[in-house]
């Protein structure tokens, strides 16, 4: 890494904080961690550094989830503090999803890159279509369902998160209003629910690359890089409060709308990716 240009070093923190300011606002206006924007630009990054093909994939998630933790902390602690999150939600979540991301994580450690993108591409395709076309026709019921399908739709919210590098908040915004809560209450407990997934996240991903070691780059824990968390998770938290601000500020429908541009986009880029 010492070897490369100071030309090219330059212009790649210049990305990846360019990177961060967008993760940030993504991660306050939507409660996601940015994950979508963070994992194809750390795929350039760890392309250049030689990072085997193989490990790459899995570097780009476990480094994901890292530099998302600080980021959804902060975005739930402002959510938080406007009263939109649904605290007994968060509670029933966090245990399954925790569940769900040792499973992903786990089995991270033998999947190809292409599942990865696989997932990705068919929930963020799915919820898309959801929220472009049919968010106020589709719903489940206007009551939230028992403990026991809480509980499972956490564990499939961790699961999934750990396998594309995400905190969650796409899937569990769908979940949240199809049950009849609004968008800023999904978006609040989604920011909330991704606290633990991210951290467990981040943790799983540094015990599932620890064999491969000697592969990865320098300053790396596992799938975790330490130079791309410095980097970038800094200007991400910083720039989620804006996004919080927006998430308040603009109507209901207007921010389904957004949210299902960004997560169509999202998925038609990973889905090029396997042409």
């Known amino acids: 890494?010492?070897?490369?240009?100071?030309?090219?070093?330059?212009?790649?923190?210049?990305?990846?904080?360019?990177?961060?300011?967008?993760?940030?606002?993504?991660?306050?206006?939507?409660?996601?961690?940015?994950?979508?924007?963070?994992?194809?630009?750390?795929?350039?990054?760890?392309?250049?550094?030689?990072?085997?093909?193989?490990?790459?994939?899995?570097?780009?998630?476990?480094?994901?989830?890292?530099?998302?933790?600080?980021t959804t902390v902060l975005s739930y602690k402002a959510h938080k503090q406007r009263g939109a999150a649904i605290p007994e939600v968060v509670r029933i979540w966090a245990l399954p999803a925790v569940l769900g991301v040792a499973i992903g994580a786990v089995t991270a450690s033998y999947a190809s890159a292409a599942v990865f993108k696989i997932v990705f591409v068919i929930f963020a395709g799915f919820i898309s279509a959801r929220m472009l076309f049919g968010a106020d026709r589709l719903q489940l019921g206007q009551e939230l369902p028992g403990r026991a399908l809480l509980s499972f739709y956490g564990l499939i919210l961790g699961l999934v998160s750990s396998l594309v590098g995400v905190s969650g908040g796409a899937i569990s915004n769908a979940v949240l209003t199809l049950?009849?809560?609004?968008?800023?209450?999904?978006?609040?407990?989604?920011?909330?629910?991704?606290?633990?997934?991210t951290i467990a996240g981040a943790i799983g991903y540094m015990l599932a690359g620890w064999p491969h070691q000697a592969q990865l780059p320098p300053l790396s824990i596992g799938f975790v890089s330490l130079i791309g968390l410095v980097l970038m998770a800094p200007v991400s938290s910083y720039t989620a409060q804006y996004g919080v601000r927006l998430a308040h500020w603009l109507p209901r429908r207007k921010l389904e709308i957004a949210f299902g541009k960004f997560l169509g986009l999202a998925s038609l880029r990973f889905l090029f990716s396997l042409i």
């Open 179 to 197: 049950y009849g809560r609004s968008m800023q209450q999904a978006v609040a407990t989604s920011a909330g629910v991704g606290v633990p997934i």
């Open 1 to 70: 890494m010492l070897g490369y240009p100071m030309s090219e070093i330059l212009l790649l923190v210049l990305w990846i904080a360019g990177a961060g300011l967008l993760v940030g606002i993504l991660a306050g206006l939507f409660g996601i961690g940015g994950g979508a924007v963070i994992v194809p630009v750390l795929y350039e990054v760890f392309r250049g550094l030689n990072v085997p093909e193989d490990l790459r994939m899995q570097m780009c998630i476990g480094t994901s989830l890292a530099i998302i933790v600080p």
